[in-house]
């Protein structure tokens, strides 16, 4: 069978996917591209991907898939036994699915429009409103899935893709000081994820320790 190709970035949220593939022990291909700068990996990006948005996801069938939560519940499907998701019949499907989609459709778009506010709104003053109210409403955000986490794991006992979207992205702004202190369960719950050998080498990839 053709292998997946999962076009990415360093740091971005194609790690979580990446993360899923191995654990998924799914045949797939990476390719790393730095996707808002032009190239050529850019112009192949954008013909799949009218948006260049990463990670975007081919299939062996050529099917191409661009939003990580969809990729994630297809590659549970595809792969059961790895734990990505509860199954259907399991009384913590439904509060998956609800963290799963409050992850991305209500924190990831704050990087979208906190990350460049002048895209968004005129320079000076209200860009920088913009971005300062973006950021506070990240924070609070994160702080209502606090409240929600479990332990180990959000979900509790169990392992799921909600562990990779945790130990992702709070690697990212505010960044894991700020979790550390405003957001204890989370950082534990990041903590416990990157314990899993697979999922450690893929945060390696993605964010290198500092080099003296």
Known sequence: MKPYELIGSAGCGSAIVEMALVLANVPHTLTDLPYLKPCAERDRLLQLNPL??????ILP???????????????????????????????????????????????????????????????????????????TRRADLWQ???????????????????????????RWRPGPAWFASECPALTAVAREG?????????LRRHFPPPTE
């Not at 519940?73 to 409050?102: M, S, T, Y």
């Not at 209502?144 to 909600?162: C, I, K, N, T, V």
């Open 52 to 57: 260049g948005q990463v990670p975007t996801l």
């Open 61 to 135: 069938d050529g099917e191409v898939m661009t939003e990580s939560a969809a990729m994630i519940l297809h590659l549970n499907d595809v792969a059961p036994q790895a734990g990505l998701a509860p199954a259907a019949d399991k009384p913590e499907r439904a509060r998956f699915l609800n963290l799963l989609i409050r992850l991305v459709a209500a924190i990831y778009p704050t990087f979208t429009y906190g990350d460049n506010p002048p895209q968004w709104t005129t320079e000076g003053a209200a860009a920088d409103l913009l971005r300062e109210r973006v950021h």
């Open 144 to 170: 209502e899935l606090e409240r929600q986490a479990g332990a180990p794991h959000m979900l509790g006992r169990r392992f799921s893709a909600l562990d990779l979207y945790v130990t992702v992205m709070t």
């Open 194 to 202: 990157a314990l899993e050998p697979n999922v450690a080498r893929v």
